[in-house]
């Protein structure tokens, strides 16, 4: 049974991390592979534009963090100044779909709006067009959280919120008999740099953008997201994982805890990157519930803006 599988390679891979993953999608994404895949999810709604007034500012060696820091994510609301974020989504950047249009800044109907920049923002979106600010951004409230670890170090850790999160969302997932893992947490700068570079040295540049995010324009910098695994190693950053029970379970109840799989199945023509069932992003449970409800794939697309499928 598929269950919205896919056979893409992870955005945050690592260079020690086998090949077969890019093979083996390219593989399924071509003829019959593709016909079967893309019967499992309908693609969700094109780009769409607007604007978001706001209220506030895998597995990879451990490294220290940078030296610089920022205010506490549930203070981010409040204690950072306004900002703003628009942007215009090309109509030939958008793929085509045949789901409902989704509304210009459909996260604007929410009571609460948080800045789409600043990194201590849940909403902070980072992708190929939109880089951390500063760049050495390193969370200011970095624990590590009560749950099962199948990694060490700063890839242990996660910012304040999420590592809440993602306790109540392990203990429901294992009270419904299924075991979470993190199998990757906060990835600073350097070690972003280092994986990274570990993959143009092996693969060639333009492979490696397909594969892990240049230094400066990862999500796991953020502390705001995280790779799932199951406890006994299976599919691992692989496209396989999507079937296991550890996928199924967070990609059904994930949004009740403030969580969305960041990079969805079909969407890398705005994502950036192919499907990742391990990789969740916290953006709150409001956001992520009213996301699942419309039917909107990405944050790109919640947040009205523009696709960004390649590096500028």
């Excluded at 799989?261 to 499907?275: D, E, K, L, N, S």
Aim: overall charge positive; hydrophobic content about 40%; aromatic content about 8%.
């Amino acid at each position: 049974m598929c269950y919205n599988c896919s056979s893409e390679p992870s955005a945050e891979a690592r260079p020690g991390d086998r090949p077969s993953r890019r093979a083996v999608a390219r593989l399924l994404m071509a003829g019959a592979g593709l016909s079967a895949l893309a019967a499992c999810t309908p693609d969700p709604a094109p780009n769409a534009t607007g604007t978001i007034s706001t209220a506030s500012g895998s597995a990879s060696p451990a490294s220290s963090p940078a030296a610089s820091g920022a205010a506490s994510p549930a203070a981010s609301a409040s204690a950072a100044s306004p900002a703003s974020a628009s942007a215009t989504s090309p109509a030939a950047t958008a793929p085509t779909t045949t789901a409902a249009a989704a509304p210009p800044s459909a996260a604007a109907r929410l009571p609460k709006q948080y800045s789409l920049t600043a990194p201590a923002s849940p909403w902070v979106i980072v992708n190929k067009h939109r880089p951390l600010k500063p760049a050495n951004y390193v969370p200011a409230d970095l624990v590590q959280p009560r749950v099962a670890l199948a990694v060490t170090g700063e890839a242990a850790q996660l910012n304040r919120t999420t590592a809440a999160a993602a306790e109540r969302m392990f203990a429901a997932a294992a009270a419904g008999g299924v075991t979470l893992t993190l199998a990757s947490g906060y990835r600073s700068y350097a070690t972003q740099t280092v994986t990274y570079n570990g993959w143009v040295g092996s693969q060639g540049r333009a492979a490696a953008d397909t594969a892990s995010a240049r230094p400066g324009y990862s999500e796991h910098q953020t502390g705001w997201s995280f790779d799932i695994g199951d406890g006994g190693g299976a599919c691992s950053f692989q496209p396989c994982f999507a079937e296991q029970p550890a996928a199924v379970w967070a990609k059904a109840n994930a949004h009740r805890f403030g969580f969305v799989v960041r990079y969805p199945f079909m969407q890398h023509a705005i994502t950036g990157y192919f499907y990742e069932s391990w990789h969740l992003r916290y953006i709150g449970v409001e956001a992520a519930t009213d996301m699942r409800k419309r039917g909107i794939a990405t944050l790109e697309q919640y947040f009205g803006l523009e696709a960004a499928p390649g590096y500028r």
